[in-house]
């Protein structure tokens, strides 16, 4: 694994020992001075970079602000969150034949989704440079995500979203929350194009998770896992299931293992096997593992049930292949049917995710089923958004109502029949 630039010396940029970097050229830039998300020497993308890297004994406190020792800052603009649960499902687990499986539930967090992470660290650093106005494109949480912070802050939002192609619920949250919402006839990657453009000519500032700020908030789920799973078995897990649309979490935990590598605090050894899963209908990410590219290319006609990653142009693919292939992890696709059964076998557990999430589950039945996953294995799998972001998938997936007389005895004749 590579470890991250430990510069020998501070460079001149940086500020409060916080710089970027490009992953491709190493150019370095000053962090706070003027918005920017690719490096202006060779449009690569940037990394955030730190003096010292963290151990856990740096952290201290509660939620992501609990990792400040790996952030930009102390504190940020918070609702709070972080502090997710490592829930047990002890039927999925006998079921999948592994040695012991955990959901680490981001559907938790104050927005229901691991995009509050993000916003927290990314707001902040928005409100250091001076901007006036936040802009994102989004499948729906990441717009939930910014509206509620830049609401807290009192800035302006702008969310462009896919037309027809985005939950209730999440617009339902970026409406209330106050954003100013354009729906475009066009899917998240013709989206994102817009508002990138709209941040290059300095309309907005960009909280997609191309703004490399985002990514530090993320990371902290890493650093959750290995805690909770170090202090309930005394070793950490094998391997992560995580599902995959824009990459940024893969990205984002990768760079988490990264730093602990760096400092120390994490052998090699005992980095866990990042395995990314997406919907079969949106897969670029699966195409460029198995065929080796360093780089995903567009899929410009995208299609799965599962909103959250219905992306077919993965802006941190640079970032997230090198965090599969170097912990030795892989990427699988599944189909909408496996989803669902996957989202229903959660829910039985107790455990409500939108259809996104349970890909995560899905992509491990498949892997257990071919052997990829053995049955030694320690595995986390990582559930990105709360059941109710997809009201109309949710109610899909489960029973349907039971139509009795207003009566007693018939609703008993009704269950006993």
């Known amino acids: 694994m590579p470890d991250l630039d430990l510069a020998a010396t501070t460079p001149a940029c940086a500020e409060n020992g916080v710089w970027l970097a490009c992953i491709d050229c190493g150019h370095e830039l000053a962090p706070f001075d003027t918005p920017v998300y690719r490096c202006p020497e060779c449009e690569g993308l940037l990394e955030a970079r730190y003096e010292s890297y963290p151990t856990f004994e740096g952290f201290a406190g509660r939620g992501v602000w609990r990792y400040a020792a790996a952030l930009p800052f102390e504190q940020g603009v918070s609702l709070p969150e972080g502090d997710t649960p490592l829930h047990r499902v002890p039927r999925l687990e006998s079921e999948m034949g592994v040695r012991s499986l955990r959901i680490k539930h981001e559907g938790m967090n104050p ?19 001076g901007v006036s106005r936040l802009a994102c494109a989004s499948t729906g949480n990441t717009s939930a995500a910014l509206a509620a912070y830049g609401g807290r802050a009192g800035l302006e939002t702008l969310v462009l ?30 989206c994102l194009d817009i508002v990138s453009d709209l941040a290059d000519r300095g309309e907005a500032y960009l909280l997609n998770s191309l703004n490399p700020f985002r990514l530090e908030g993320q990371k902290t789920i890493g650093f959750e896992i290995l805690e909770a799973f170090r202090d309930e078995y005394d070793r950490f897990p094998d391997r992560i299931v995580l599902p995959v649309g824009n990459a940024g979490n893969t990205a984002a935990l990768y760079k988490a293992f990264r730093e602990l590598v760096a400092s120390g605090a994490l052998a090699e050894e005992e980095v866990p096997k990042l395995t990314g899963v997406q919907a079969e ?19 410009d006609s ?4 599962a909103t959250a990653i219905r992306i077919g142009n993965p802006v941190n693919a ?12 892989t990427t699988i696709s599944v189909s909408d049917t496996e989803i669902t059964d996957a989202q229903r076998a959660l829910a039985e557990e107790g455990i409500g995710v939108e259809p996104a999430s349970a890909a995560s589950v899905a992509g491990l039945r498949k892997l257990r089923m071919s052997g990829v996953v053995g049955s030694d294995e320690d595995v986390v799998c990582l559930t990105t958004g709360h059941l109710l972001k997809d009201p109309d998938a949710a109610a899909a997936a489960g029973s349907e109502p039971e139509s009795v007389p207003n009566d007693t005895e018939a609703v008993l004749d009704h269950l006993d029949g």
């Open 111 to 129: 927005t229901g989704s691991f995009k509050d992470r993000g916003m927290t660290v990314g707001v902040r650093v928005a409100e250091e440079l």
């Open 161 to 190: 979203l896919p037309d027809g192609k985005v939950a209730a619920g999440k617009v339902a949250q970026a409406a209330l929350h106050g954003a100013r919402i354009l729906e475009v006839d066009g899917n998240f990657d013709s």
């Open 281 to 299: 209908g949106a897969a670029p990410m699966v195409e460029a593992v198995e065929e080796g590219w360093d780089d995903t290319e567009r899929w």
């Open 302 to 305: 995208v299609e799965t049930r």
């Open 318 to 329: 640079p970032k997230a292949i090198p965090g599969i292939r170097e912990t030795d992890g």
